[in-house]
């Protein structure tokens, strides 16, 4: 049944194709007695083309089978066409297809339907912030006119499948949040030349950096923080001129590779948002923040009065035993450090602080703590070691 289906979508456009010159030959064949003959076929092709319109409803209804929803698709019943249904978005052409799938947010539990790789005309599929596990289907990799695919703040595991290198129109992909693991595949760089955005972080992924992802030439944001990467940043990354947040934080990969310097700009903007990280204890990729914009934003808006608020509560100046110049003179650093994050995590390369400035800065904050910490005669506390490797 399920082959049959896939197909009957295959040569769906063909079959229009053929409706439509034989509607406009239609007159010619009436003249050559040969109506009945033609109004046969065309039943025929109209017949075929409601099976491949049918096959988008069961594609959903396969999908629904699989989820808990808690009243989120009560709409999704036969009392209504699927077009109207929650999430759904069909085409206006006839036969109406499924353009796309919204349904992020919407407390879905359960395994991700394959029978989704059958709706081959969606464009966009959100399933983001949901309870969705197991892998993700390979199937998608049917989705050839797939514009944007986000499946991120899920538990998805297992691999990252190659199939997806097959959705060739795809220009954005969020899997971040998950649990997916293994090797980032190198076919994504070499047949997904279309991403302007592309999020893995906070996953298990391994291994190194495909070299292929340089062949990315219109790519913008490339998040593959808190992974567990291997290796050096290919080079060839620096040579993408449209990139403006480029995160590599909480791996074990270096900075410079084969002897050659990846982009200054992107190197800088991984240090900031590091520096963030690290000092408010959030995530750039976590619910409240869109990518990391949001959390430079978050960080910016705060300072300076409200930098206490924003600071990681389980680092050491929060404990309430410094008297109060003390703990003046430790916001005052704190400030410091944030407004370095920023500086350096700017939105567009060109304004972000030089290499240079950074680390003469970097190293003055290091000096004036540690003056600080001499005049007082005091010993650091062993929890303070992070912000002295920090900026070392």
């Not at 304004?351 to 004036?368: G, K, N």
């Amino acid at each position: 049944m399920h082959k049959t289906i896939t197909q009957t979508q295959e040569v769906y456009e063909l079959l229009l194709l053929l409706q439509q010159l034989l509607l406009a030959n239609q007159t010619k064949a009436m003249a050559m007695g040969g109506m009945s003959s033609l109004c046969t076929f065309l039943a025929v092709l109209t017949t075929a083309i409601a099976i491949v319109a049918a096959s988008d409803e069961a594609a959903l209804l396969a999908f629904k089978a699989q989820v808990s929803d808690g009243g989120s698709l009560a709409s999704w019943n036969s009392s209504a066409s699927f077009c109207s249904w929650e999430g759904v978005t069909c085409s206006h052409r006839r036969p109406a297809r499924v353009v796309a799938l919204r349904l992020n947010n919407k407390a879905l539990a359960g395994e991700l339907s394959p029978a989704i790789g059958n709706l081959t005309f969606l464009r966009t599929l959100n399933l983001s912030f949901n309870w969705f596990h197991g892998e993700i289907p390979a199937s998608l990799g049917r989705l050839r006119r797939l514009h944007r695919l986000d499946l991120g703040d899920n538990s998805f595991s297992g691999t990252l499948p190659v199939n997806l290198s097959s959705c060739v129109s795809m220009a954005i992909m969020g899997l971040l949040n998950n649990k997916l693991g293994g090797r980032i595949p190198a076919e994504l760089g070499e047949k997904l030349t279309s991403l302007v955005r592309m999020s893995l972080s906070n996953n298990s992924f391994t291994g190194l950096i495909p070299p292929s992802l340089a062949n990315l030439s219109h790519l913008e944001v490339l998040d593959l923080s808190r992974n567990q990467l291997v290796g050096s940043i290919p080079p060839g990354l620096g040579s993408i001129h449209g990139m403006q947040q480029f995160s590599i934080a909480r791996n074990l990969i270096s900075e410079y590779g084969d002897g050659s310097a990846v982009s200054t700009a992107g190197d800088i903007y991984s240090l900031g948002i590091l520096l963030l990280e690290m000092f408010t204890g959030r995530s750039p990729t976590e619910g409240t923040f869109g990518d990391s914009l949001g959390l430079h934003k978050f960080v910016e808006d705060a300072l300076p009065d409200r930098t206490l608020e924003i600071a990681d509560p389980t680092m050491w100046l929060h404990s309430g035993q410094h008297n109060n110049t003390t703990s003046i003179r430790i916001q005052e650093l704190l400030v410091s450090v944030l407004s370095l994050g920023i500086s350096c995590s700017k939105q567009h390369p060109r304004d972000r602080a030089l290499t240079s400035d950074a680390t003469a800065e970097m190293h003055a904050i290091r000096d004036a703590y540690l003056k600080f910490i001499g005049e007082h005669g005091a010993e650091p506390e062993a929890s303070t070691q992070e912000i002295q490797s920090s900026i070392a």
